[in-house]
């Protein structure tokens, strides 16, 4: 460890691993065909964080000089570091982790792929305020086909208090305790990221436009969702009875909502159509 605080063999050994750990696909970039180690190649990383393939070199060797904060972000964006491993990264480097400004917005290809992978399920991914950040094809069927959609209006809380007040879901007890839960995580989402911009602007803006969020905001409830069953009237799909399945991720703070079917159940019975319906 040198007086600044920088371990430099950590750092080398660190960067090494997990440059081998990164596939080309994940980075976006071609396989190429001769490949003799896996991972990426040096002058890879290099390109992708913006700086020369011998000052790379030099740092994976333990030789190179102090990384400036700006140097250790772009290594942590070209590795797809997570949260933890970009704290340890600062760290090893001598210097401070940078403040968790606002949630992670980040979709990593591993959720991507998991999400696609849900191919008769309904899933798709928030952040902790509540944005859709992806979704697979059953989830149109819910959630529309957002790409078309304004950032802006791809957040959850937003969608639950633009229904009318004399909308028939506020009168389902279900529903009423779901959109109770929403407001909860929404509070406790806003105690962790006080600075984050579109948080303060979300918030000020429901307050100002529904009473019932300000009458729920002002109860002060601090929670984290839990499962609920929902019964869904679709206008196309009919009846639909389900599991409304929250999976946090703790290292971005997201969250994977999946509607789970009873095994066997009519619902279930749907969702594999509509499967077939989508792959043919």
């Not at 071609?30 to 180690?37: E, N, S």
């Not at 008769?120 to 959609?149: H, I, K, M, S």
Request: proline share 8%; hydrophobic share 40%; net charge positive.
């Amino acid at each position: 460890m040198t007086s600044s605080g920088l371990r430099r063999d950590e750092l080398a050994a660190f960067l090494r691993a997990r440059r081998a750990r990164l596939r080309p696909a994940e980075a976006g970039l071609p396989d190429g065909v001769r490949r003799r180690t896996p991972g990426l190649r040096r002058q890879e990383v290099a390109q992708l964080a913006g700086m020369s393939i011998d000052y790379y070199i030099r740092l994976e060797q333990g030789r190179g000089p102090h990384p400036s904060r700006q140097v250790l972000a772009a290594l942590a964006r070209a590795l797809l570091l997570s949260r933890d491993e970009r704290e340890y990264l600062f760290r090893i480097a001598g210097q401070n982790p940078p403040p968790t400004g606002g949630p992670s917005r980040e979709v990593g290809p591993g959720l991507r792929h998991l999400i696609d992978a849900m191919t008769e399920t309904p899933a798709y991914l928030v952040d902790a305020t509540y944005q859709v950040l992806a979704w697979n094809r059953l989830a149109t069927y819910f959630v529309g086909d957002l790409a078309a959609v304004p950032d802006a209006d791809r957040n959850m809380i937003r969608w639950i208090f633009r229904q009318p007040v004399v909308d028939s879901h506020w009168t389902d007890a279900d529903t009423v305790r779901f959109v109770r839960s929403s407001v909860a995580d929404l509070r406790a989402a806003y105690g962790r990221y006080p600075a984050d911009p579109a948080l303060r602007e979300l918030v000020t803006e429901l307050l100002g436009t529904s009473p019932r969020f300000a009458r729920l905001w002002a109860e002060h409830d601090v929670e984290e969702r839990r499962p609920i069953v929902k019964r869904v009237s679709h206008p196309e799909l009919g009846s639909l009875e389900f599991e409304c399945r929250v999976l946090h991720v703790p290292e971005t703070d997201q969250r994977v909502i999946v509607y789970v079917p009873e095994p066997g159940s009519p619902t279930q019975a749907v969702f594999r159509r509509l499967a077939e319906r989508v792959d043919s």
